[in-house]
Nanobody, 120 residues
Framework: QVQLVESGGGLVQPGGSLRLSCAAS????????VNWYRQAPGKQRDLVAT???????NYAGSVKGRFTVSIDNAKNTGYLQMNSLKPEDTAVYYCNADIILLAGELYDSWGQGTQVTVSS
């Protein structure tokens, strides 16, 4: 019913920036929230940032002040702007969206993940 497609990952030098996108398509009425997670090799998947449909945000302490999460409700797309990237930010980044379907149900969907590598 709903598909999430992520884009924007890649290789960047320390101190650089990347912007990840998470586009939702399907039988969508609105997006309740978009959550961004990341998983480094051998580690658990951690919540990085959350944005609700009305623009409320929350960040993990390790990214606060460097990452900015946002949502474009008209495009059903969430964004994660990552600045001042550090090698320890290297991970696969996943978006997760809580979506209100046209039928009124709340649907949880995951993107396919995108690799972010911070290295000189």
């Amino acid at each position: 019913q709903v598909q999430l497609v992520e884009s924007g990952g890649g290789l960047v030098q320390p101190g650089g920036s990347l912007r990840l996108s998470c586009a939702a398509s399907g039988s969508i009425l609105s997006i309740y929230a978009v959550n961004w997670y990341r998983q480094a090799p051998g580690k658990q998947r951690d919540l990085v940032a959350t944005v609700t449909g009305d623009g409320k945000t929350n960040y993990a302490g390790s990214v606060k002040g460097r990452f900015t999460v946002s949502i474009d409700n008209a495009k059903n797309t969430g964004y994660l702007q990552m600045n001042s990237l550090k090698p320890e930010d290297t991970a696969v980044y996943y978006c997760n969206a809580d979506i209100i379907l046209l039928a009124g149900e709340l649907y949880d969907s995951w993107g396919q993940g995108t690799q972010v590598t911070v290295s000189s």
